[in-house]
């Protein structure tokens, strides 16, 4: 189970911290990210953690969010979390954490259906 945290109303340049804490399972070697939907849009990719194999791992980002936004994960605590910096108020959506039972493939990175587990979503509402 996945539960995320951290949403809230904030003014545009502005900074959130989002987590996602994972209960029932440790995910040290899992795919992890964030996905987000707007109103009215399709759920979309935000970002990917990608294990690599012995503690390595790899980032992947959305275009529209690349160099505002750091996922990172806490495997000890199984928590993952999305930092997201300078906020525009077209980041506002609903985010969602996502985590696949085993490693991610990377050429379909931003894939839904590569992830089994889902939070339940924390809405982010940034104003201009």
């Known amino acids: 189970q996945l539960q995320a945290s951290g949403g809230g109303l904030v003014q545009a340049g502005g900074s959130l911290r989002l987590s996602c804490a994972a209960s029932?399972?440790?995910?040290?070697?899992?795919?992890l990210a964030w996905f987000r939907q707007a109103p009215g849009k399709e759920r979309e990719f935000v970002a990917a953690?990608?294990?690599?194999?012995?503690?390595?791992?790899?980032?992947y980002y959305a275009d529209s969010v690349k160099g505002r936004f750091t996922i990172s994960r806490d495997n000890a605590g199984n928590t993952v979390y999305l930092q997201m910096n300078s906020l525009k108020p077209e980041d506002t959506a609903v985010y969602y954490c996502?985590?696949?039972?085993?490693?991610?493939?990377?050429?379909?990175?931003?894939?839904?259906?590569?992830?089994?587990?889902w939070g339940q979503g924390t809405l982010v509402t940034v104003s201009s």
């Open positions: 996502a985590a696949r039972n085993g490693n991610l493939i990377a050429s379909a990175i931003g894939d839904r259906e590569q992830y089994g587990f």
């Open positions: 029932g399972r440790t995910f040290a070697s899992d795919g």
């Open positions: 953690s990608r294990f690599l194999g012995g503690r390595a791992y790899r980032s």
